[in-house]
């Protein structure tokens, strides 16, 4: 059955207002356990890894699971999908990112509204988002054209999840996480004058991202 806009981008709404919950909370309970940084992150990137794959797994069906304002556009350029839709897509992810940093705060006793001060700008860091966008670009694009959909949940987390460790930034590499993630003062957040440079080099490595899926294409 065909499912309406509104339903998937509802979809899209929940979906990624649940990871971003899920990021904001494990981190702010990584860093309530563990004094050690390092330590934070893992409980911090196993916690993402497992709901991200679950909630691809969920709402794929009913959306498609894009929960990344990055997968989506370059959905909507390769004309895979309308215009308008897309656009309800970036609005619905967004919206919801917002909300689960909200809910992760609420969760853990803090004040619902906050505007990080962690401050992510450095050209490594930069270097890291275009690195961690375009591999995920490059995963989901090949897996794609492969007819191995059925994987992608799992692979995506597993880059995703890896990706928390080798780069410098952390693997934000979604646009909508990295505004949601402003919302939050605590261990996941970022300072608002750090999240339109994330973005832009997200924006950078999806197109490297499907410039890799293109080539991939051409040598199969």
């Given at each position: 059955?065909?499912?309406?806009?509104?339903?998937?981008?509802?979809?899209?709404?929940?979906?990624?207002?649940?990871?971003?919950?899920?990021?904001?909370?494990?981190?702010?309970?990584?860093?309530?356990?563990?004094?050690?940084?390092?330590?934070?992150?893992?409980?911090?990137?196993?916690?993402?890894?497992?709901?991200?794959?679950?909630?691809?797994l969920v709402i794929g069906p009913m959306s498609g699971a894009h929960l990344n304002p990055a997968v989506t556009l370059?959905?909507?350029?390769?004309?895979?999908?309308?215009?308008?839709?897309?656009?309800?897509?970036?609005?619905?992810?967004?919206?919801?990112?917002?909300?689960?940093?909200?809910?992760?705060?609420?969760?853990?006793?803090?004040?619902?509204?906050?505007?990080?001060?962690?401050?992510?700008?450095?050209?490594?860091?930069?270097?890291?988002?275009?690195?961690?966008?375009?591999?995920?670009?490059?995963?989901?694009?090949?897996?794609?054209?492969?007819?191995?959909?059925?994987?992608?949940?799992?692979?995506?987390?597993?880059?995703?999840?890896?990706?928390?460790?080798?780069?410098?930034?952390?693997?934000?590499?979604?646009?909508?996480v990295t505004v949601g993630r402003m919302f939050t003062d605590t261990f996941a957040g970022i300072a608002p004058e750090s999240v339109l440079?994330?973005?832009?080099?997200?924006?950078?490595?999806?197109?490297?991202?499907?410039?890799?899926?293109?080539?991939?294409?051409?040598?199969?």
């Amino acid at each position: 059955m065909t499912r309406g806009i509104g339903a998937k981008a509802l979809a899209e709404f929940v979906g990624t207002g649940l990871l971003v919950c899920a990021v904001v909370g494990s981190g702010i309970m990584g860093d309530a356990l563990s004094a050690d940084d390092g330590v934070a992150l893992l409980i911090n990137a196993v916690s993402t890894v497992f709901a991200l794959a679950l909630l691809i797994l969920v709402i794929g069906p009913m959306s498609g699971a894009h929960l990344n304002p990055a997968v989506t556009l370059v959905t909507a350029f390769s004309r895979q999908q309308p215009a308008r839709e897309s656009a309800l897509y970036i609005a619905a992810q967004t919206a919801g990112a917002i909300g689960g940093a909200i809910l992760a705060n609420v969760m853990f006793d803090l004040s619902a509204f906050q505007i990080s001060e962690r401050d992510r700008t450095s050209v490594g860091m930069l270097v890291g988002e275009v690195v961690a966008t375009a591999g995920l670009i490059a995963i989901i694009g090949i897996l794609s054209a492969r007819k191995q959909t059925a994987i992608i949940p799992v692979a995506v987390a597993a880059w995703i999840g890896s990706a928390c460790f080798f780069t410098s930034s952390t693997s934000f590499a979604n646009p909508a996480v990295t505004v949601g993630r402003m919302f939050t003062d605590t261990f996941a957040g970022i300072a608002p004058e750090s999240v339109l440079p994330y973005i832009a080099a997200q924006l950078v490595g999806a197109a490297i991202g499907v410039a890799v899926v293109k080539g991939a294409s051409r040598t199969a």
